[in-house]
């Protein structure tokens, strides 16, 4: 029988020298995740290719997963819909992926003396405490709303609950919102009030009241992406949040949104998701390497000067 690509990939990598390393997902065409890596690989002068691992269901994961175990592999980065399905295929979570996140988007790949061991990270829960940080969002932060119950908005809940800020989670149904509290308590020690600290996007009275209380808003739905005009929430709202508070939208593309673009023309301190795009990317960077980022490269291949 032929060698398949990817034996072929393999063979070709040890007998260069070249450590590999992809992008697990579905799709993935889109993203700036192999452009940012390779540029930090080859500004530091290290032999390494960064693939586009198009994974379209279980079974291709398995198979990308066990490939990982392979001599010439350092890693991968994992994205949607695959951050949490991957999880059981390894042999160690860390506490950012296990506790702070729930899921995975960065699997190290290490020889120890009983043999590889895959290990699964979250580097989206620290890049986006760094962002807020940036921002200078948790000095006196006492309440961070969530609009969005998804995988980020994990990532956002387990960030706020290590910094023992308070949140308040907007769904488009508060079933969803109820089931994404429920799903972090299964993780982290959260207050039983947490439970009640939920918004239907469609109660504007309640929305406005949640707003008027929080220091920081973090955008964790698409709404926005490819359209400078969308918005999660009327912008009128934003009226209601603290003049100290914080905007932090996830969406990168555009950069700046309009969520963005409407709480800087309120004088609010606002960020896209570039930041954190960066931030996440460079964390796993230097878990795979041990090395300091190169991160103004990494800037410059994501466009984002
Ligand atoms: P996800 O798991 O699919 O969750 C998306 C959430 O948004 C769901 O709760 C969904 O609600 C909600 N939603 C979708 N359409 C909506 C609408 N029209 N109005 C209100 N809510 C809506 O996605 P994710 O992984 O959390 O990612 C969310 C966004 O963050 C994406 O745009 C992603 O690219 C971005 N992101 C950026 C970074 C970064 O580094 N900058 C990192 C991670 C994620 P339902 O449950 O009701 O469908």
Do not use: C
Request: proline share 8%; hydrophobic share 50%.
């Amino acid at each position: 029988m032929p060698p398949s690509h990817e034996d072929a990939s393999e063979a070709e990598a040890q007998l260069s020298g070249v450590a590999r390393l992809g992008l697990i997902g579905h799709p993935i065409a889109h993203s700036r995740s192999p452009a940012m890596q390779q540029a930090a690989f080859d500004a530091l002068d290290l032999p390494a290719r960064y693939e586009q691992w198009d994974t379209p269901d279980e079974m291709a994961l398995a198979e990308r997963v066990a490939a990982l175990r392979q001599p010439a592999m350092l890693g991968a980065n994992v994205t949607i819909p695959w951050k949490e399905a991957v999880a059981p295929l390894l042999d160690d979570l860390d506490d950012s992926a296990r506790r702070i996140a729930g899921a995975v988007n960065t699997i190290i790949r290490a020889e120890m003396e009983q043999g590889v061991r895959l290990t699964g990270h979250n580097t989206d829960a620290p890049a986006l405490d760094r962002t807020l940080d940036d921002l200078g969002a948790w000095s006196d932060a006492r309440r961070m709303l969530v609009l969005g119950a998804g995988g980020a908005a994990q990532a956002a809940l387990g960030v706020a609950h290590m910094r023992g800020v308070e949140p308040w989670l907007v769904a488009r149904r508060i079933e969803t919102a109820w089931e994404a509290m429920a799903k972090l308590a299964t993780r982290l020690p959260v207050p039983e009030r947490w439970r009640d600290h939920v918004v239907a996007l469609d109660d504007p009275g309640a929305l406005r009241a949640a707003l008027t209380e929080s220091q920081i808003l973090i955008n964790a739905t698409p709404v926005g992406v490819g359209d400078i005009e969308a918005s999660p929430l009327p912008l009128d709202l934003l009226a209601a949040l603290p003049s100290d508070a914080a905007v932090l939208d996830l969406i990168y593309a555009p950069p700046e949104t309009a969520l963005v673009r409407a709480a800087r023309a309120r004088g609010l301190r606002a960020e896209g998701g570039l930041p954190m795009l960066l931030y996440q990317g460079a964390l796993a960077f230097t878990l795979w390497t041990g090395q300091p980022a190169p991160l103004d490269v990494m800037r410059r291949a994501l466009a984002i000067e």
